[in-house]
């Protein structure tokens, strides 16, 4: 009896080594404790030493081989002589020179048959466009709507001062509109009627009446047939008898409800007593012949091109 109840108090695991005392007894720790806890000292896994040392190796080839140490100016070479920037310099020459040959066949192509040949009329369109934002939309309008307050004509419709051909545009874009930098700008100007005394406040009220008339708008008929005979002695040499206006001289129609400068009475007044001088650069020596013919094309293409 008394011997089964000494067994019963024994707890059976006794008998059993502690596992975490024999592990202790193996691997030596490193001696740090943190709340009780301790860091064995195990060798790392050899796989994971031989990456490490590889990487170490590789690094010194790295910095031989390319840009690796920062300088002030730059960062050192490197023996293969790569340069990002490089690269990209690279990209943009191969880029060029594929464009350099449509560049080169735009010039060699007549204007009229650039449209002709899909692929090139895609191109010119293209490099056209970018030419057009850069150089032309801060007056024509990113669209190329024009702005008429300031005389800058819509360029998406087929009413033309200058001719809608790709001759007429090419040669606008080429040398400008009263510039004075080229002997070939297109020129041409308006007298001013009433600031020059040649027609006095009643007679421009007539003739404005009649130019009115002309597009079909809101008017005084009485003051325009009043106005008709003086439209033909002093306007009608340049805006023709029925006001359709001539590219040569770059008259504006008068015979539609398109405005260059606006079709209310006090801008028609305007125009007829100060007279207007509508100036756009030359762009001969600013753009490459290829690109203005591109942006010409692109122009061409945008609602008018004749
Ligand atoms: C500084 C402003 C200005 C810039 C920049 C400008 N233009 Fe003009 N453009 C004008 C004005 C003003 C006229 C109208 C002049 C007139 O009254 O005849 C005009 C007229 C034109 C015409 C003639 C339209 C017609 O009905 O015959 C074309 C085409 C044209 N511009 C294209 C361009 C292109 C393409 C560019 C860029 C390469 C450009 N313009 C840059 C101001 C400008
Ligand atoms: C020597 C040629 C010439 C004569 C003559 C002339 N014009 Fe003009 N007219 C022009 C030109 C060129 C323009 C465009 C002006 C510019 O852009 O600077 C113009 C513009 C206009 C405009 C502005 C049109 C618009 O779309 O905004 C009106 C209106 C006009 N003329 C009416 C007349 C009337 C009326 C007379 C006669 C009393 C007259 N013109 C005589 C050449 C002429």
């Known amino acids: 009896m008394a011997e089964e109840s000494e067994n019963k108090v024994k707890p059976p695991s006794r008998q059993y080594p502690d596992p975490a005392k024999k592990l202790e007894q193996e691997v030596k720790t490193t001696g740090h404790t943190w709340d009780g806890i301790e860091e064995y000292d195990n060798p790392m896994p050899r796989w994971w030493v031989w990456i490490f040392i590889i990487t170490i190796v590789w690094s010194f080839g790295y910095w031989i081989a390319y840009p690796a140490w920062p300088g002030i100016q730059s960062a050192t070479s490197g023996l ?165 206006g001539d590219y040569f001289i770059g008259a504006p129609a008068l015979n539609n409800q398109i405005w260059l400068y606006g079709g209310s009475p006090e801008a028609i007044r305007h125009t007829i007593y100060y007279s207007r001088f509508g100036v756009m650069p030359g762009f001969a020596e600013r753009l490459r012949d290829a690109e203005i013919r591109a942006v010409a094309a692109y122009v061409h293409q945008l609602g008018g091109g004749q």
């Open 80 to 244: 293969l002589g790569y340069s990002s920037r490089a690269n990209v310099a690279a990209e943009i020459a191969d880029f060029e020179d594929r464009n350099e040959v449509f560049f080169a066949q735009l010039v060699d192509t007549d204007l009229d048959e650039i449209r002709e040949d899909d692929e090139l009329h895609r191109f010119a369109i293209n490099a056209g466009g970018s030419v057009f934002r850069a150089q032309c939309s801060q007056c024509h309008g990113a669209g190329g709507a024009g702005v008429q307050a300031a005389g800058y004509p819509n360029l998406l419709n087929d009413d033309w001062l200058w001719g809608g051909t790709m001759e007429d545009i090419h040669q606008t874009i080429r040398y400008g509109i009263r510039n004075e930098d080229f002997m070939d700008a297109r020129w041409s100007e308006m007298p001013a009627f009433g600031r020059d005394g040649l027609l006095d406040d009643e007679e421009i009220d007539q003739v404005v009446n009649y130019v009115l008339s002309l597009s079909a708008s809101d008017h005084d008929a009485e003051l325009a047939s009043a106005g008709q005979e003086l439209y033909e002695i002093n306007c009608a040499s340049c805006h023709m008898d029925d006001g359709s």
